[in-house]
């Protein structure tokens, strides 16, 4: 999957849980736009969407902080 | 939704509450009152097998799918919300390192839960720390290779026995996880006595002084200790809850069933007085509810949906209240009868309480569930904008 078809469908489910548009580079945690809970919820939906298994050495905020972030994050997963 | 069962799924329930009837329901008031788990009992349900539900097979465990898993806590929550408990913190410990443990972590220490050997708790609470579970004060240093715990846990059910315990503690000022072993030096437990409800829980407060652990048995990595360890391990103690006050609601019904069927007051069975079926007929509709909803969440985890941690908090908070519902409804039939230990709906009725509480309390849940709900309002809206979008393009 190409990184444009990666970012649509992270876009949706970040949709869920943020009601304003976000910058590509902007920290959804540091921003307060989203919570712990949503941080399992990220997880699984990478996992079921993607079908890869995030684990222990994934565990990095890098992966996760933002949009751009979490594209190259499953980039590397499905590479 | 679907919700039938496998012939599987059917004969392993048969199986767990053969189980629970023979061997725990016709002790499970003396363990309460002894408020204690006798060591032969956990063994003989470490036997089963059982305590390693949740473990694949490769690691020893059963491999159970997350409905076959629920149907175990509703039976062990039929009998005895105390050894549900067992279930549910040792699961939780299991669940955890399934997930977020090293490849060494799970090679060492799952098999061992899985077979009962070792048995785990989480240690996430503390006595000025209960909701607001990030901010836990205990502090963990790394220092040569190791790390120092040192603070406080309380209301560690089963903590007075585990032999393993995950501890979430503040490092580097961001909550982790780590790996503590009773045996560790600094490390102590004391009993608590004396609670309303889960008295054969064998809770206790836990004393880390200084204690020196190993640097691999951080769980996860710094910072990740209370939004995916823990959560990880809270969504699977609430989804042992929600069953298991499923098997509550189910032994308060039975109960209820089988004493207003016998019992008679003005010259005829208490079956006959309308005002005794208002409250049957509740507890069988919120039991169906209940069961409806703890069947969803099931089959959201064998799929891994992320709705998931939403269905569980929903099923979790619906089957507790309605387990206190029920429970609170069997004592009010039962009368003085129901307030005597010659009863169990006694114990019921302090143990749903627990369960309104334990794993997130209902307020938290009701938090996380409205909030949802707004999500799900902001997703309606977003589609009826796109659509109307889409018509005036077309």
Redesign the interface.
């Known amino acids: 999957m190409n990184a444009e078809a990666i970012r649509e469908t992270v876009t949706s489910f970040l949709a869920q849980f943020i009601n304003v548009d976000v910058d590509d580079d902007e920290d959804l945690f540091a921003s307060g736009l989203v919570n712990s809970l949503f941080a399992m919820q990220l997880v699984l939906f990478v996992e079921k969407e993607f079908a890869v298994k995030v684990e222990n050495e994934d565990l990095d905020y890098d992966n996760f902080r933002t949009m751009n972030a979490i594209v190259g994050f499953i980039q590397r997963k499905t590479a | 939704m679907e919700f039938s069962l496998t012939p599987e799924q059917r004969r392993s329930r048969d199986l767990f509450r053969s189980f629970a009837s023979e061997e725990i329901a016709p002790h499970a008031d003396q363990y309460d009152r002894d408020e204690q788990m006798p060591e032969s009992v956990i063994k003989k349900f470490a036997a089963t097998g059982w305590l390693g539900a949740v473990v694949p097979k490769e690691h020893g465990g059963q491999g159970m799918d997350a409905l076959t898993f629920g149907l175990l806590c509703e039976e062990i929550g039929r009998v005895s919300a105390s050894l549900l408990s067992l279930l549910t913190v040792h699961g939780m410990v299991c669940q955890a390192l399934l997930k977020?443990?090293?490849a060494e972590q799970r090679a060492v220490w799952l098999p061992r839960l899985a077979s009962g050997a070792t048995i785990g708790a989480f240690g996430l609470t503390e006595p000025d720390i209960g909701s607001d579970a990030?901010s836990v004060q205990s502090t963990a240093v790394h220092a040569d290779g190791s790390y120092l715990i040192t603070g406080g846990k309380k209301w560690i059910s089963f903590g007075q026995v585990a032999d393993l315990f995950l501890i979430i503690a503040q490092c580097e000022g961001r909550p982790s996880a780590f790996l503590v072993q009773r045996d560790t030096p600094g490390f102590a437990s004391q009993a608590i006595s004396g609670l309303l409800g889960f008295r054969s829980a064998m809770l206790a407060r836990l004393i880390l002084k200084n204690c020196r652990i190993p640097e691999e048995n951080l769980v996860?990595?710094i910072?990740?200790g209370?939004?995916?360890v823990a959560?990880?391990a809270l969504?699977h103690g609430r989804y042992c809850v929600a069953w298991g006050c499923l098997g509550l609601i189910e032994a308060c019904l039975s109960a209820c069933l089988s004493y207003t069927s016998e019992r008679k007051q003005f010259g005829a069975p208490l079956r006959g007085h309308q005002l005794i079926q208002q409250m049957i007929a509740d507890m069988i509709t919120n039991s169906k509810a209940a069961r409806l909803l703890c069947h969803h969440a099931g089959n959201m985890k064998d799929?891994?949906?992320?709705a998931?941690?939403m269905e569980t908090s929903t099923a979790k908070y619906f089957a507790s209240r309605a387990a206190m519902q029920a429970a609170s409804d069997a004592v009010q039939i039962h009368g003085a009868n129901g307030c005597s230990s010659d009863y169990p709906v006694q114990r019921c009725f302090r143990d749903a309480k627990i369960m309104e509480i334990i794993e997130g309390s209902n307020q938290i849940q009701q938090i996380?569930i409205a909030k949802n709900g707004y999500?799900?309002l902001?997703?309606e809206r977003?589609k009826g904008r796109q659509g109307r979008n889409d018509a005036a393009d077309a």
């Open positions: 977020w443990g090293t990030k996860g990595r910072g990740f209370f939004s995916h959560g990880t969504d799929k891994g949906d992320p998931l941690i996380i999500q799900q902001i997703m977003r």
